[in-house]
């Protein structure tokens, strides 16, 4: 019986962090809010519009196109960003 109430203490030292981790990441059909360089990138421009501004890797030269959030926002040309699979 000890053996037993060991091993249910140590998975349980597992599972419980991993539960409460799972429940704080966003839900997968809330949209990411885009980066604020990416709408500053779009700001004078039309949905469509070639824009282009510094990324946390380098320069990111895209698209304008609305975000889910409904903000313009310059987009690197992604398959996925015009309607191909990902």
């Known amino acids: 019986m000890t053996k037993l109430t060991s091993l249910a203490v140590a998975v349980a030292a597992v599972i419980v962090p991993a ?15 885009p980066r604020p360089e990416a ?24 698209t304008c196109r609305k975000a889910g959030t409904g903000d313009l926002t310059c987009m690197h040309p992604h398959r996925h960003h015009d309607g191909g699979t990902r």
């Open 19 to 33: 539960l409460g981790t799972a429940q704080s990441t966003p839900a997968d059909d809330e949209p990411h809010k």
């Open 39 to 62: 709408i500053a990138a779009c700001k004078d421009k039309s949905e469509g519009d070639a824009c282009e501004f510094e990324g946390p890797r380098g320069p990111v030269a895209g």
